[in-house]
């Protein structure tokens, strides 16, 4: 085992923000280059946010703004709302976070279990709109005189915390020899604290921006250019505004970064290096290693592992939902077992017994998130359907009937339709409201809903 320093006895979670470890990346390829990151996911709220958020807290309870057993309110991706709700809750304020729809469950799961009031609003929207989550959280805030609006886009609290204490780790651990920092923007902190702090200790030292395809910032950067914002599913990076506490100055080269790659870049994190990291890593590591090939001459990078992935299982470290983003890619039939989300013949499916109790059916129905499974024997043949509206009318009778065999309530008449047949062929499946069973005349292909038809429709640009 290798020599360790034993950890103190802390007295508050508080006390265990800050002084991450720093690790080197050896199993990725990076060129000439030596990259090494820093370990922010294990900060208590296992996120770099938790800098921040007792930064700019304490930074509110000094100036008066933020009095005991106030209301905080901020807009966030997710990160910074679960570092306040920490932070909060240890000093026994109310926190209300206002985020965009297309963040994780996980992170509104955690915000939720910490006793935060969690808004969600619209994610397609850009900054003036009423619904844009920061101008939603503004006019909350407005119309509450007792809260403290947050707004960590514009609070100096958010860089001073990356400049007295992230900068100054990062040096120490790094021993004073690094050639360039690889960050994110999400309210620009983090890139404008810890990059002004390495050019201060070393002006040579190449501050590198990681954004996500379709945020503004990178054309910025790299053109001086001013581009509509686009759209990206990364996770707390980004923007589409420039950040008043950003200063674009700091920053030396950009590196654009599409949701796939940033995506297969931290799955790859983990199968190598045994990190389990958020999508805004992924985002950050794949222009790290981008920037190590690139080199001639061997440097010296560091970049932050920002957040845990713990948030995102359901996300790109799932499978079927790569595979249904378009991430993962699958061999195309030209049929309409395109259409298939879960292949059975692939064996990418969830699957009922005829045999097994109905409640372990509404269990695993639960468990894997859908509304019909099929119903297969031992011999792999498809004996039925087992679908929402069977269960329900099933309970209602009588609620006794979940101890009852699948086979007593699933729809034995189902609709299939061969594989060769047109999209066309399923409309009418469809207004019977029915689901779609392939079967090619010996093999059960799956199933095909309603809304794998819609999907595969504006996939072709259709719908």
Not at 263 to 279: C, N, P, T, Y
Not at 301 to 322: E, R
Not at 379 to 408: C, F, K, M, T, Y
Not at 418 to 428: F, G, N, Q
Request: charged share 25%.
């Amino acid at each position: 085992m290798p020599n360790a320093t034993i950890a103190p006895v802390f007295s508050s979670v508080l006390d265990m923000i800050g002084n991450t470890p720093m690790l080197e990346i050896r199993k990725l390829d990076t060129g000439l280059c030596r990259l090494f990151v820093k370990l922010e996911n294990l900060n208590p709220g296992q996120s770099i946010k938790d800098r921040i958020a007792i930064s700019m807290i304490e930074g509110a309870e000094q100036s008066g703004k933020l009095k005991p057993g106030g209301r905080i309110i901020e807009a966030t991706a997710g990160n910074t709302g679960i570092a306040l709700a920490l932070v909060g809750t240890v000093k026994g304020y109310k926190l209300t976070v206002v985020m965009p729809d297309k963040m994780s469950d996980e992170k509104m799961a955690h915000l939720r279990a910490m006793g935060a009031e969690v808004v969600l609003t619209r994610s397609d929207v850009a900054k003036g709109h009423p619904e844009y989550y920061q101008d939603m959280a503004e006019r909350m805030a407005r119309d509450d005189p007792t809260a403290f609006y947050v707004n960590q886009f514009s609070n100096a609290d958010n860089t001073r915390a990356h400049y007295e204490a992230t900068g100054p780790e990062i040096w120490e651990q790094m021993d004073g020899q690094i050639d360039a920092f690889v960050a994110g923007v999400g309210s620009g902190g983090t890139i404008a604290g810890i990059g002004a702090f390495l050019k201060s200790r070393n002006p040579k030292c190449e501050i590198v921006l990681a954004d996500p395809k379709g945020s503004i910032l990178a054309p910025l950067v790299n053109e001086g250019k001013t581009v509509e914002p686009g759209s990206w599913l990364v996770e707390g990076i980004g923007e589409d505004f420039v950040p008043s506490i950003l200063d674009l100055k700091v920053i030396d080269r950009a590196f654009s970064v599409t949701d796939a790659e940033a995506f297969h870049a931290v799955r790859d994190l983990l199968r190598k290096e045994g990190i389990l990291a958020g999508s805004s890593v992924g985002v950050l590591l794949h222009a790290a290693l981008q920037y190590c090939k690139e080199q001639t001459s061997p440097k010296r990078v560091a970049t932050l592992i920002c957040d845990s992935g713990a948030k995102y299982l359901s996300k790109m470290y799932n499978d079927f939902w790569m595979r249904d983003q378009g991430f993962i890619h699958r061999d195309k039939t030209g049929d309409l077992r395109d259409l298939i989300t879960r292949r059975h013949d692939k064996g990418e499916d969830f699957v009922l017994n005829p045999t097994m109790p109905l409640s372990l059916a509404i269990r695993r129905k639960g468990m894997f998130g859908v509304s019909q499974m099929a119903v297969l024997d031992s011999n792999d043949q498809l004996v039925g359907i087992l679908d929402e509206s069977d269960v329900l009318l099933a309970l209602a009778r009588d609620p006794r009937a979940s101890s009852d065999p699948v086979s007593a309530h699933m729809t034995s008449r189902v609709e299939t339709i061969h594989p060769s047949k047109s999209i066309d062929d399923l409309l009418p499946i469809f207004r019977a409201d029915r689901v779609a069973v392939v079967h090619d005349g010996s093999v059960f292909c799956g199933l095909i809903t309603k809304i794998d038809l819609i999907n595969h429709l504006k996939g072709l640009g259709v719908a």
